[in-house]
């Protein structure tokens, strides 16, 4: 039985890599947007420093769940307080569901507190289509070299309830605690779940 687990863990792992745009290992690719206060981010600004993007739309209900009882707020803080640095990104299309002007996006991060460095206005979906964020949450880390060293779902609970969160593994909290202590990351890349981005 362990086998058979195994070996459908290691075909979820393929299926993740060959969806991914950006091959897990390798750099991430550079990217230029402006932020909900209407300042200018590159991710090459943050070089010597881990990033976490956070593909998000805040009208999904996988979205929702992390966010109700202040779960992904709570990660953001631990990791930014940490001296990483914490990038959502919006890439709904104007029109589609999640979409939200930088007044909106600012109102948002008050309201639900949140603890990132900046939320990323992507209406064009020209970054999301870069890294192939399929769903919201898609989450990606990025080592102070510019490596991509994780990318897939926020954890390994896939559902809407946010009574899972406590009980799921949180990837990108155990991605950057192996990556500060100098370990492999035992799942470096896994399939992300949610609702699909709205290019």
């Not at 803080?77 to 104007?94: M, P």
């Not at 559902?159 to 406590?166: G, L, M, R």
């Not at 202590?181 to 399939?191: L, Q, R």
């Amino acid at each position: 039985m362990k086998t058979i687990h195994r070996l459908l863990a290691g075909l979820l792992a393929l299926s993740a890599t060959l969806n991914a745009a950006v091959e897990t290992g390798s750099a991430a690719p550079d990217f230029t947007l402006a932020d909900t206060a209407g300042t200018t981010h590159s991710l090459s600004d943050f070089k010597g420093k881990y990033v976490v993007l956070e593909w998000t739309n805040h009208q999904c209900p996988f979205v929702v769940k992390h966010y109700k009882n202040g779960d992904m707020q709570a990660v953001q803080k631990d990791l930014t307080d940490d001296g990483a640095v914490w990038l959502q990104i919006v890439s709904s299309a104007e029109g589609k569901q999640g979409y939200i002007s930088a007044e909106k996006g600012e109102a948002l991060r008050k309201e639900k507190a949140m603890h990132s460095t900046a939320m990323l206005l992507d209406g064009s979906g020209e970054v999301g289509k870069t890294y192939a964020a399929r769903t919201t949450p898609h989450m990606y880390l990025i080592d102070p070299e510019g490596t991509l060293i994780y990318q897939g779902a926020i954890d390994s609970i896939k559902s809407t309830k946010p009574s899972d969160v406590a009980k799921a593994t949180n990837y990108v909290k155990a991605a950057y605690a192996s990556a500060l202590a100098g370990e492999p990351i035992e799942a470096a890349t896994t399939s992300p779940y949610g609702c699909g981005v709205k290019y």
